[in-house]
Nanobody, 124 residues
Framework: QVQLIESGGGLVQAGGSLRLSCAASRFTFSSYAMGWFRQAPGKERDLVAA????????YHTDSVKGRFTISGDNAVNTVYLQMNSLKPEDTAVYYC?????????????????WGQGTQVTVSS
């Protein structure tokens, strides 16, 4: 069974930084794209960033461009989300997800396994 275990969430003041990690196991990590989604209370789960199987392509949603960076390390089967200049509107539960393919897609329906989520709270 695929496992995705997130860590690194927490409470931070606006303007601060956090780095989320997602440790993946029980599948060939280097063959699949990976994504970070977030879901705020009462809102849909949306893609924040994604990285292709090779790491050569990345996607960042407009609201985080220039502030967040997704990266991956195939040697340790881990995908990261570096979050800088955090804003209160970034507050959400952040989920790591495995894509069904090696390509980047933005819809939740293209991801078949999910982590348990990690809370990120940004205070103003």
């Amino acid at each position: 069974q695929v496992q995705l275990i997130e860590s690194g969430g927490g409470l931070v003041q606006a303007g601060g930084s956090l780095r989320l990690s997602c440790a993946a196991s029980r599948f060939t990590f280097s063959s699949y794209a990976m994504g970070w989604f977030r879901q705020a209370p009462g809102k849909e789960r949306d893609l924040v960033a994604a990285i292709s199987w090779s790491g050569s392509s990345t996607y960042h949603t407009d609201s985080v461009k220039g502030r967040f960076t997704i990266s991956g390390d195939n040697a340790v089967n881990t995908v990261y989300l570096q979050m800088n200049s955090l804003k209160p509107e970034d507050t959400a539960v952040y989920y790591c997800a495995k894509s069904r393919t090696g390509l980047i897609f933005t819809s939740v329906h293209n991801y078949d396994y999910w982590g348990q989520g990690t809370q990120v709270t940004v205070s103003s």
